[in-house]
């Protein structure tokens, strides 16, 4: 996890491993072979709610629905005109805050990657909504386990889970 106050450089530390931002001393190595991440503001496409997950890559059925289960989209789904073949708006613009943020996490949690930066994403969910999320997706026990996750968080209620805490 990595923590502090607002302008601290906790953005800017994934925007530096991703390559977006560029050291003026020192150096970053990665020997990562995939990596993905989430940003603090959702990025979503104007296609459907399944394109907008699998983002061209094969469809697994099962790691899907394990996808959907981890990101709590299962009642949103349910909701939806079409389903996950409901086509979403430009910028997202049918969904709320926090669906814009799971279905993110969902993008990011198809990929499989071996590295996931993700920013600040339980900031645009209810509590009860970041508790499922920590546990099915991004924590000890949840989905991406067997990867190494970085997480920009101001929720300090997980940071006990967490291997290492760095705080700028």
Known sequence: AVVGEVGSGKSSLLA???GEMSCKAGGLKSHCRSLAYVSQTAWIQNMTVKENIMFGRPHSSSHYQEVLE???LGPDLALLPAGDDTEIGENGVNLSGGQKQRLALARAAYTEAQ???LDDPLS???A???KHLFHKLIGPEGLLNKSTR???THNLRFLSQMDRIILL
């Open 16 to 18: 530096a491993i991703t």
């Open 70 to 72: 981890a990101c709590a």
């Open 115 to 117: 590295l996931y930066l």
């Open 124 to 126: 645009a969910v209810d």
């Open 128 to 130: 009860h909504v970041a």
């Open 150 to 152: 970085i997480i920009v």
